[in-house]
């Protein structure tokens, strides 16, 4: 059951999870908050300095389109889901476009509708749903969320209350989530949640029952939870044991939390916005099963590196990864229909690569590779990764690459390449020499074929040894002059 789907949520709830499977949802979407996230990757070794480098993961900026309209008009229509639309959730969306237009808030309510409602049916009776938003959107998903689960499965809206970040100087500042919890029926599991009491009452040594005090003393497991949560902190300091880089990262106490009150070991835990990960490493801590949906790459492979890091901490972690490319028609499939997607699939099959940021103009610059040379001023070496998707390739290939190896002071450069080089380019590789590394000599260029990149090892010449991780699995610290993970408020 632990799978990790690379892809749209909405067609894998459809067509690869079965109805009334799964026993908690937690999901985290985009808030609709207008902005665009980036992870910033920083080394870790103290001999390496000014390797730093950023990536976009996600895009939280909507707009009315041609595909807003095709899953607004779908949805109402129901044709894209299995679980049919009822007549409030029709009549709704019908309202809120009359009253949104087509607006950026409506494009966003068009794409989380039909999955609210696959999400729905793939629940358990006995099961809940955790939506997590902030006041950005979250008046719009209640209503969503009370068509789709009916007003009377509402459980409650739990705010999440936080410190840290900017200070703006005409409002009050937002320091609050709000998560909306709803159970498919009324007939749901739910364990209560306790947290230790105050100092002051365990001075009293007595607690207030019902209006009463009692004679027995205080309850042993503390106090129930309440529906406002100011206990779990958010990940903002720079050396939390917990931060990956990862922008809209939520702490594993909170998903702790959610997790153990409903669900119970065993249980089939499903996030469909998984992100870096976060629900799938507690629920396996927990020994829940889980399922985790993310359409980009980038957050595959960091889970998949988080969770072999468990793994290799002696842990038994079993796992499969479903929709990522398995053979080359999957992989020429990917390249055809995300072309992005495809290069931060090739880079990361590289040891140590580390994709670069998504923008045009990079001069075919898809991926580096940083390692470890003391004979630099800096001591940091650096590979260039170009991956080229096409089926069309030549030699001329070779001497662009060659070209922006210069151009960027780089040592060496692999080309990714979707067919097999052909003789020319292999030749026109070889011409352009090595790189000296201490004792190995590296070739300037060498090209792999996608091929290549499904065999074990994959047969490329690095210094391994001295590659610095693409991704530092315990703490990221961004450098002066980077882009922040998240927008704070103005000031």
Same mark, same amino acid.
């Given at each position: 059951?632990?799978?990790?789907?690379?892809?749209?949520?909405?067609?894998?709830?459809?067509?690869?999870?079965?109805?009334?499977?799964?026993?908690?949802?937690?999901?985290?979407?985009?808030?609709?908050?207008?902005?665009?996230?980036?992870?910033?990757?920083?080394?870790?070794?103290?001999?390496?300095?000014?390797?730093?480098?950023?990536?976009?993961?996600?895009?939280?900026?909507?707009?009315?389109?041609?595909?807003?309209?095709?899953?607004?008009?779908?949805?109402?229509?129901?044709?894209?889901?299995?679980?049919?639309?009822?007549?409030?959730?029709?009549?709704?969306?019908?309202?809120?476009?009359?009253?949104?237009?087509?607006?950026?808030?409506?494009?966003?309510?068009?794409?989380?509708?039909?999955?609210?409602?696959?999400?729905?049916?793939?629940?358990?009776?006995?099961?809940?749903?955790?939506?997590?938003?902030?006041?950005?959107?979250?008046?719009?998903?209640?209503?969503?969320?009370?068509?789709?689960?009916?007003?009377?499965?509402?459980?409650?809206?739990?705010?999440?209350?936080?410190?840290?970040?900017?200070?703006?100087?005409?409002?009050?500042?937002?320091?609050?989530?709000?998560?909306?919890?709803?159970?498919?029926?009324?007939?749901?599991?739910?364990?209560?949640?306790?947290?230790?009491?105050?100092?002051?009452?365990?001075?009293?040594?007595?607690?207030?029952?019902?209006?009463?005090?009692?004679?027995?003393?205080?309850?042993?497991?503390?106090?129930?939870?309440?529906?406002?949560?100011?206990?779990?902190? !958010?990940?903002?300091?720079?050396?939390?044991?917990?931060?990956?880089?990862?922008?809209?990262?939520?702490?594993?106490?909170?998903?702790?939390?959610?997790?153990?009150?409903?669900?119970?070991?065993?249980?089939?835990?499903?996030?469909?916005?998984?992100?870096?990960?976060?629900?799938?490493?507690?629920?396996?801590?927990?020994?829940?099963?889980?399922?985790?949906?993310?359409?980009?790459?980038?957050?595959?492979?960091?889970?998949?590196?988080?969770?072999?890091?468990?793994?290799?901490?002696?842990?038994?972690?079993?796992?499969?990864?479903?929709?990522?490319?398995?053979?080359?028609?999957?992989?020429?499939?990917?390249?055809?229909?995300?072309?992005?997607?495809?290069?931060?699939?090739?880079?990361?099959?590289?040891?140590?690569?580390?994709?670069?940021?998504?923008?045009?103009?990079?001069?075919?610059?898809?991926?580096?590779?940083?390692?470890?040379?003391?004979?630099?001023?800096?001591?940091?070496?650096?590979?260039?990764?170009?991956?080229?998707?096409?089926?069309?390739?030549?030699?001329?290939?070779?001497?662009?690459?060659?070209?922006?190896?210069?151009?960027?002071?780089?040592?060496?450069?692999?080309?990714?390449?979707?067919?097999?080089?052909?003789?020319?380019? !292999?030749?026109?590789?070889?011409?352009?020499?090595?790189?000296?590394?201490?004792?190995?000599?590296?070739?300037?260029?060498?090209?792999?074929?996608?091929?290549?990149?499904?065999?074990?090892?994959?047969?490329?010449?690095?210094?391994?040894?001295?590659?610095?991780?693409?991704?530092?699995?315990?703490?990221?610290?961004?450098?002066?002059?980077?882009?922040?993970?998240?927008?704070?408020?103005?000031?």
């Amino acid at each position: 059951m632990n799978t990790l789907y690379f892809g749209d949520n909405l067609e894998i709830l459809r067509e690869k999870i079965e109805d009334k499977t799964v026993d908690l949802v937690y999901l985290d979407p985009p808030f609709q908050s207008g902005k665009n996230y980036n992870i910033i990757f920083d080394n870790k070794r103290k001999e390496v300095e000014g390797v730093t480098a950023q990536i976009q993961v996600f895009e939280d900026t909507w707009e009315w389109g041609p595909e807003a309209e095709k899953e607004y008009s779908e949805l109402i229509q129901g044709k894209i889901t299995k679980e049919r639309p009822s007549a409030r959730l029709i009549e709704l969306m019908k309202a809120m476009r009359g009253y949104l237009n087509e607006t950026p808030m409506m494009a966003y309510l068009a794409m989380m509708a039909p999955r609210l409602l696959e999400l729905k049916r793939v629940l358990k009776d006995t099961g809940s749903i955790y939506l997590h938003c902030d006041p950005t959107a979250s008046h719009y998903l209640k209503l969503l969320m009370d068509a789709v689960f009916d007003p009377e499965n509402f459980r409650n809206e739990i705010v999440w209350c936080y410190a840290g970040g900017g200070i703006p100087k005409k409002d009050f500042p937002r320091k609050h989530d709000v998560i909306l919890r709803y159970s498919k029926t009324d007939d749901y599991f739910y364990s209560p949640i306790y947290r230790p009491y105050s100092p002051g009452t365990l001075q009293r040594g007595r607690t207030r029952v019902k209006g009463k005090y009692f004679d027995q003393g205080l309850r042993p497991e503390g106090t129930p939870v309440n529906d406002w949560w100011a206990d779990v902190p !958010k990940i903002t300091s720079p050396t939390d044991p917990e931060k990956l880089g990862y922008p809209t990262q939520k702490p594993e106490a909170l998903l702790e939390r959610i997790i153990r009150a409903s669900s119970d070991e065993g249980d089939v835990v499903l996030d469909p916005f998984c992100g870096c990960g976060t629900t799938v490493a507690v629920a396996q801590s927990l020994n829940r099963k889980w399922i985790g949906i993310d359409i980009t790459y980038l957050a595959i492979d960091i889970i998949e590196k988080r969770l072999e890091e468990t793994r290799n901490k002696g842990e038994e972690v079993n796992f499969k990864i479903e929709g990522a490319p398995a053979d080359e028609y999957s992989a020429e499939k990917l390249a055809e229909t995300n072309p992005f997607q495809f290069q931060y699939w090739a880079v990361s099959k590289i040891p140590g690569g580390m994709p670069n940021e998504r923008k045009t103009g990079d001069r075919g610059i898809d991926g580096s590779i940083y390692f470890t040379d003391i004979s630099k001023p800096n001591k940091t070496g650096k590979a260039i990764i170009s991956v080229k998707g096409g089926r069309s390739i030549s030699p001329s290939m070779i001497r662009d690459l060659e070209g922006t190896l210069k151009s960027k002071g780089a040592d060496f450069g692999i080309l990714i390449t979707l067919p097999e080089p052909t003789q020319n380019m !292999k030749t026109e590789a070889v011409k352009q020499g090595y790189f000296q590394y201490v004792r190995m000599q590296i070739p300037k260029v060498q090209i792999l074929s996608v091929k290549d990149l499904f065999t074990k090892p994959i047969s490329i010449k690095l210094p391994e040894e001295s590659i610095i991780p693409a991704y530092n699995m315990k703490k990221i610290k961004p450098k002066e002059g980077t882009l922040p993970l998240e927008e704070e408020e103005k000031e």
